[in-house]
């Protein structure tokens, strides 16, 4: 029987530690899979697809009452609240023949009060009409999503 280099068994229990405590994520996210997260996930996919769809109704049913977006600056001029969502997305979805919608998970997290959030790497390729034909734009960003609990769903309260 070959004896074994102490210094080696221990990197070797460390290693074995350090993978057993590991948690696992959702596939094709960073984030960690718990039932809790996975339901998260599953939602802000139901927007993606109503975002591909260029589903306005849908969209509208998955935000809340107090929707408010700030754009990310201190310009209030480009702020849309609820009442001016459904506008913001009849003008942007109209000017669009087609999406493509691809979403990568980075973390899933607590903010304040009762909002969860989400933030990801989205990559938007969008087609739109114009004077010479159909033209193809592609965006890659990050972004934060917000929801707030509603019953056994979410509803999103910033970040469309």
């Not at 139901?46 to 975002?51: I, K, L, N, P």
Request: aromatic share 12%; hydrophobic share 35%; glycine share 6%.
């Amino acid at each position: 029987m070959r004896k074994v280099d102490g210094k080696w068994l221990g990197v070797f229990v460390a290693a074995q530690l350090l993978l057993g405590c590991a948690s696992q994520l959702i596939p094709n996210t960073d984030v960690e899979d718990t039932s809790f997260n996975r339901n998260v996930v599953q939602y802000v996919e139901e927007y993606r697809h109503a975002v591909e769809q260029r589903n306005i109704a849908r969209l509208m049913l998955m935000a809340h009452p107090n929707y408010y977006e700030d754009g990310g600056n201190i310009d209030t001029s480009d702020d849309i609240d609820y009442a001016g969502l459904k506008a913001f997305l009849e003008t942007k979805f109209r000017a669009t023949t087609a999406i493509r919608y691809e979403v990568r998970y980075r973390r899933v997290g607590q903010g304040r009060k009762d909002t969860i959030y989400v933030d990801f790497t989205y990559s938007a390729s969008y087609q739109l009409s114009t004077e010479n034909g159909p033209a193809w734009r592609r965006t890659v960003a990050d972004n934060r999503i917000e929801l707030v609990p509603d019953g056994d769903k979410f509803k999103i309260i910033s970040g469309m």
